[in-house]
T-cell receptor, first 111, second 112 residues
Framework: GENVEQHPSTLSVQEGDSAVIKCTYS??????FPWYKQELGKRPQLIID?????GEKKDQRIAVTLNKTAKHFSLHITETQPEDSAVYFC??????????FGAGTTVTVRA | DVKVTQSSRYLVKRTGEKVFLECVQD?????MFWYRQDPGLGLRLIYF???????EKGDIPEGYSVSREKKERFSLILESASTNQTSMYLC???????????FGPGTRLTVT
């Protein structure tokens, strides 16, 4: 099956700085790449996604980039705020609507 | 607003017990999923279902089974619980032909 690797496992940033999380996937048939955010004690929620026919997508302070040739995609958070502290999961999917998740990145935003 | 609920937030069971985890969604979703979440391993798919009475194995089905008798309900069954099944269990659902999954609050299961 699909193997998704995610780095780093933990990330500590100063408030106002940027955070970048990187993921790689193994199956070139994957065509959908979402990012989920899980706050402490809460359920994961979709924050942004990208499809394989798009190279970059932005939504306010978050952006995702995709490099299909290299089979990697990244989440960028700019001007980080305390409420960005959470665990972030990347995932990949083929056309079967199943998601293969990365191991997660714990982001801590220091005030 | 999509609502996915799970029967228990916390559950403690003994080794060898049969355990039922229930998940209910109220949005007429056809797709339903069961994951377990462990530190450093992310979310791993146990079983999923695209329709009533239908089930498919995910990446780690060993030791688990599922039941989907009604569209809104998807049950995860641990036939004989073992300590290595101590974990957080998350249910999710999605519309047909949609990738976005809506998660339940999770059940933290401890097997002693």
């Amino acid at each position: 099956g699909e193997n998704v690797e995610q780095h780093p496992s933990t990330l500590s940033v100063q408030e106002g700085d940027s955070a970048v999380i990187k993921c790689t996937y193994s199956d070139s048939a994957s065509n959908y790449f979402p990012w989920y955010k899980q706050e402490l004690g809460k359920r994961p929620q979709l924050i942004i996604d990208i499809r394989s026919n798009v190279g970059e997508k932005k939504d306010q302070r978050i952006a995702v980039t995709l490099n299909k040739t290299a089979k990697h995609f990244s989440l960028h958070i700019t001007e980080t705020q305390p409420e960005d502290s959470a665990v972030y999961f990347c995932a990949a999917s083929k056309s079967d609507y199943k998601l293969s998740f990365g191991a997660g990145t714990t982001v801590t935003v220091r005030a | 607003d999509v609502k996915v609920t799970q029967s228990s937030r916390y559950l403690v069971k003994r080794t060898g017990e049969k355990v039922f985890l229930e998940c209910v969604q109220d949005m007429d979703h056809e797709n339903m999923f069961w994951y377990r979440q462990d530190p450093g391993l992310g979310l791993r798919l146990i079983y999923f279902s695209y329709d009533v009475k239908m089930k498919e194995k995910g990446d780690i089905p060993e030791g688990y089974s599922v039941s989907r008798e009604k569209k809104e309900r998807f049950s995860l069954i641990l036939e004989s619980a073992s300590t290595n099944q101590t974990s957080m269990y998350l249910c999710a659902s999605s519309y047909p032909r949609s990738y976005e999954q809506y998660f339940g609050p999770g059940t933290r299961l401890t097997v002693t």
